[in-house]
């Protein structure tokens, strides 16, 4: 028998969404962040890039801002009002302090209970190669979480005001191939739809495809394959790590 989902935590009241790229949120993620909102929880989107390199036939310099542009409006459209950038070079996003710095002054800054970021292991479930990009971010939040918490790792934060934050009480890896919990997304997924669609410009340069096709076809799918292990619900379905 295949082990069920549990349910996500709900007992918090801020999450901070960590991720590489405008777009990585909505592939899979924004119905969970759509339902976490409309039950009045604070959800804040931090990305590591503007997307810049992920059209090529936009310069970045076009690029970049046009794709902040669609990430704002794909944000709000789930409920999200706060997208901050740390401008880290699309494409060429290192692990190391630096990041690790960035990611946890944000986190000492919105003192969430929750972070979220997306797979950061070498593929997806051994079938595709995953992108450097998001390997790097999401180790790297994995372990801002902690760093965060520690007022001798990163002192210079606190020099600039930023206190300490040891309440970050788990991190939820979305996309993973091993997932332990879930959150039911029948209710928001109309509106994660229409939360990837933001990305026209992005999602025409990726398919031939229709873009509501394309997104409503990646979501549904995406969703109810979740649902055999989640009381027959769709789902969005998250690796948790309790702290």
Same mark, same amino acid.
Do not use: F, K, M
């Given at each position: 028998m295949t082990e069920q989902l549990k349910p996500m935590p709900e007992d918090w009241r801020r999450a901070l969404a960590v991720v590489a790229h405008p777009d990585d949120l909505e592939y899979g993620c924004a119905a969970a +962040? /759509?339902?976490? =909102?409309?039950?009045? #929880?604070? *959800?804040?989107?931090?990305?590591?890039?503007?997307?810049?390199?992920?059209?090529?036939?936009?310069?970045?310099?076009?690029?970049?801002?046009?794709?902040?542009q669609e990430q704002r409006a794909s944000a709000a459209a789930v409920g999200v009002c706060r997208v901050e950038f740390l401008d880290h070079r699309d494409g060429v996003v290192?692990?190391?302090?630096?990041?690790?710095?960035?990611?946890?002054?944000?986190?000492?800054?919105?003192?969430?209970?929750?972070?979220?970021?997306?797979?950061?292991?070498?593929?997806?479930?051994? +079938? /595709?190669?995953? =992108?450097?990009?998001? #390997?790097? *971010?999401?180790?790297?939040?994995?372990?801002a979480a902690a760093d965060a918490g520690n007022r001798w790792i990163f002192p210079e934060l606190t020099e600039q005001g930023l206190e300490p934050w040891d309440g970050v009480r788990w991190v939820a890896v979305a996309g993973s191939s091993t997932p332990t919990h879930a959150v039911d997304a029948a209710a928001a997924l109309e509106?994660?739809?229409?939360?990837?669609?933001?990305?026209?410009?992005?999602?025409e340069a990726l398919t031939d495809e229709d873009p509501e096709t394309y997104c409503r076809t990646f979501l549904t799918g995406n969703a109810q394959a979740a649902a055999e292990r989640f009381r027959g619900r769709p789902a969005v379905t998250f690796e948790l790590f309790p702290r």
């Open positions: +962040v /759509a339902a976490w =909102t409309d039950g009045g #929880r604070d *959800v804040t989107y931090l990305l590591a890039t503007r997307g810049e390199a992920g059209i090529d036939t936009l310069e970045p310099e076009r690029c970049g801002p046009l794709r902040e290192e692990y190391g302090v630096p990041l690790r710095r960035d990611i946890a002054a944000a986190i000492r800054r919105h003192r969430p209970e929750l972070v979220i970021t997306l797979n950061h292991r070498d593929t997806w479930g051994g +079938v /595709a190669w995953n =992108t450097p990009d998001h #390997r790097a *971010v999401g180790r790297a939040t994995l372990d509106r994660s739809v229409q939360s990837l669609l933001a990305h026209r410009t992005y999602i």
